[in-house]
């Protein structure tokens, strides 16, 4: 009996390793693609001949490789503290101004990309962790937001059924493949390589892991070309 448990000891010990040494693995190549931008960029930009127009473009792409380094840091760094995370911080707020507010956060790429947005909130008070519903909701709008052609439309809905609430956050974008669907909340998975550069693969692998620490669930409905709801039931 001991020497069995002894050895499915050792196969679980084996098999977080290898899942460590594939994060990392991950980690690396995904931080390696925003560094070589920067690289190239950097020495671009030591050219004293360029032109002020082709310097201002060099300097918006610079920049905005640095902002996705950033991004992508500040998600490992969530991801990890979610993961670790034993103790989930309640407070009772208004669910609906968070909500609300999130929203308002996307205001300017909503008016770039002259999207229509459907807001039905109903006033609902929950007791939860307020910081990390915080992180659900910026990364499912950012999505909607992220995969939705220049003027398409965006719906978020918040209501209570009995002594559920539901969020659900959809839109008429471009869509997912069974196949994405299936494997989306998977860190560092990327199903539409249009917008790798947009985003690091782990906005909904924090959103999956938010959602299970909170005794949450999940849904995600899809048809590729037509658009994406997702549902979240706390």
């Not at 671009?44 to 950033?70: M, Q």
């Not at 990309?113 to 909130?121: D, F």
């Amino acid at each position: 009996y001991l020497a069995v448990n002894f050895n499915k000891m050792l196969v679980e010990i084996s098999s977080l390793e290898n899942m460590r040494n594939d994060f990392v693995a991950d980690v690396s190549h995904e931080i390696k693609t925003p560094l070589s931008v920067i690289q190239g960029y950097t020495d671009l930009l030591k050219d004293k001949n360029i032109s002020d127009e082709k310097r201002n473009e060099y300097t918006y792409r610079l920049s905005k490789a640095i902002e996705s380094l950033t991004n992508l840091v500040t998600n490992i760094l969530k991801l990890n503290k979610i993961e670790n995370q034993g103790i989930v911080q309640k407070e009772s707020f208004s669910l609906d101004e968070q909500i609300r507010r999130c929203i308002l956060g996307f205001e300017e790429q909503i008016e770039e990309k002259n999207l229509t947005i459907s807001v039905e909130l109903e006033d609902i008070s929950i007791e939860s962790d307020k910081s990390l519903l915080e992180i659900v909701w910026n990364n499912l709008i950012s999505n909607a937001v992220k995969y939705t052609a220049f003027g398409g439309e965006i719906s978020v809905v918040l209501k209570k059924d009995g002594y559920k609430t539901i969020v659900s956050v959809s839109d008429n974008g471009c869509g997912m493949s069974q196949d994405t669907i299936e494997h989306c909340f998977e860190k560092f998975y990327q199903g539409d390589s249009s917008h790798s550069q947009e985003g690091n693969g782990l906005g909904l692998a924090l959103v999956k892991q938010v959602v299970n620490i909170l005794d949450g669930e999940i849904k995600v409905e899809s048809i590729f070309g037509k658009g994406t709801q997702f549902t979240i039931i706390i």
